[in-house]
């Protein structure tokens, strides 16, 4: 039969053991989060600035056609 320490320290190592393992994963997830929400936010910026843009030309090929009727 084990010694009783011996089965308690296998025990308290491997929870150690799976604790490391877990904040290495959370640690890795997280920074690969964060990387993909500011990439997602740049891409927001972007799709923002082009879509203004857009409105512009618009606005301004109304206001072309609206002074061609004038004529």
Do not use: F, W
Request: glycine share 2%.
């Amino acid at each position: 039969m084990k010694d009783p320490n011996t089965k308690l320290a296998t025990v308290l190592y491997i929870h150690e053991m799976r604790k490391q393992i877990e904040e290495e994963v959370k640690s890795k997830y997280l920074k690969r989060i964060d990387y993909l929400v500011g990439a997602n936010n740049e891409l927001i910026k972007e799709l923002e600035q082009c879509e203004s843009e857009i409105v512009t030309v618009s606005k301004e090929s109304v206001e072309m056609v609206v002074d061609e009727c004038r004529l």
